[in-house]
């Protein structure tokens, strides 16, 4: 009887070649899934399951996980304004996890005998893929048949050509990665330290010119509305959201970062709606938490993010870290005023009944309501008493020398 091998699979080169690798050279039973992040329409949902089933897989299932995604991953993201070295919203990373929760889950249903991914071994997925399975599913066999075997391209094709598997093998220029929290791109520019993606690579190109104003209503950290239409899932408002701020081309860079596996990268992305929410979601926040607040929480989602770059979903103390941003989003509610312009955006301001800027009590550098200036004086010198003393001791041994 043939082992059941569960199977990630999104319809390219790679994972083409495990299919027919698995099926043909060691005789498994593949059962392909693709989980959906939001980065696949209908039609190729569809048509990506036909080039499955064409291949020769046991089964496919498609596991719709973009609002699941989102509620298990992104809103964290969110609440503590990750963006890993102040630069990239961590789109292909934070999927990726979800994905292999997924496809774990899926093994354990199936009482799969083997787990297959397509990565290569030389980059971060391997990584994130190996840790959940070995965590989830431990014992189970993990096969990599890109990665153990050392295949280049070409070595691909030459293969699937000759087992008759008709597909398009003609490499893009760039590889495009998209899903709902932003869009990697990568391309011979993002392979060296200095060049930038030209024009014709963004999958999003410029289509607006004029200045626009967009108002974002977030609900106790949540984007729940954008201008006057609410929403009954943030999933939507991001959706939305992407939908009139992409034209303008924002969210374009290239990101560069340290590996899970100890080399430097560059990843050319695009992500709209994520930098718009992430950059607006921040400016709410410093007009209703408090100082003590917004440094814990600077403190504890640099941590966050990047332990989940490095694929540790599943550490326990990722979920005391939520429970700490979630509890901090309280009282972020509110509008968000922002400009966009090609390439670019402004925030402008905010409206919040949570506004700690509030000017019943007063209005920095010009007047204020809460003390006097003979509270100031006795302040001030209760604060610098210590540091005051010091000063003294160290003239009073200066004097002696």
Not at 268 to 284: D, N, V, Y
Request: charged fraction near 20%.
């Amino acid at each position: 009887m043939s082992k059941k091998v569960v199977l990630g699979f999104s319809g390219g080169l790679d994972t083409t070649y495990c299919v027919k690798y698995l099926t043909a050279e060691k005789g498994y039973e593949v059962h392909s899934i693709l989980v959906n992040t939001g980065g696949f329409d209908k039609e190729e949902l569809t048509r990506i399951e036909a080039h499955a089933k064409k291949l020769g897989v046991h089964s496919h299932t498609t596991i719709e996980a973009t609002t699941d995604y989102y509620n298990r991953i992104i809103r964290y993201l969110i609440y503590g304004n990750v963006l890993k070295n102040n630069t990239y919203p961590l789109s292909v990373s934070a999927e990726r996890l979800s994905q292999a929760l997924h496809i774990a889950q899926h093994a354990k249903q199936l009482g799969a005998q083997a787990v297959a991914h397509g990565s290569t071994g030389a980059g971060n997925d391997q990584v994130r893929f190996d840790m959940i399975f070995q965590i989830l599913i431990p014992g189970i066999e993990i096969i990599t048949p890109i990665r153990d075997l050392q295949l280049s391209r070409e070595q691909e094709i030459e293969y699937l050509k000759s087992k008759g598997v008709e597909m398009n093998f003609e490499k893009a220029v760039y590889s495009i990665n998209k899903g709902l929290w932003g869009t990697s791109v990568g391309g011979k520019e993002t392979l060296h330290s200095n060049g930038m993606l030209p024009e014709e690579a963004w999958p999003t190109p410029l289509t607006k010119e004029a200045p626009e104003e967009v108002i974002l209503h977030f609900k106790q950290g949540e984007l729940l509305g954008v201008n006057q239409k609410e929403f009954n899932h943030p999933v939507e408002a991001i959706q939305a959201l992407q939908e009139i701020a992409g034209g303008f081309a924002i969210g374009r860079d290239i990101h560069v970062g340290d590996t899970i596996i100890g080399i430097k990268g560059r990843v050319g992305f695009e992500a709209a709606a994520p930098l718009l929410i992430l950059k607006a979601h921040h400016a709410l926040e410093k007009h209703v938490l408090t100082k003590w607040q917004l440094q814990w929480k600077d403190q504890l989602a640099q941590f966050y993010g990047n332990w989940l770059h490095e694929g540790q979903i599943l550490d326990p103390v990722m979920r005391d870290i939520e429970a700490y941003l979630t509890n901090s989003q309280q009282q972020v509610t509110g509008k968000v005023f922002v400009q966009l312009f090609p390439y670019r955006f402004q925030v402008t301001g905010i409206e919040s009944p949570y506004d700690l800027m509030s000017s019943k009590f007063g209005k920095y550098g010009e007047m204020n309501t809460g003390f006097t200036g003979e509270d100031v004086r006795g302040f001030t010198r209760i604060v610098g008493n210590q540091i005051g003393i010091y000063h003294r001791v160290q003239q009073t041994n200066h004097e002696k020398d």
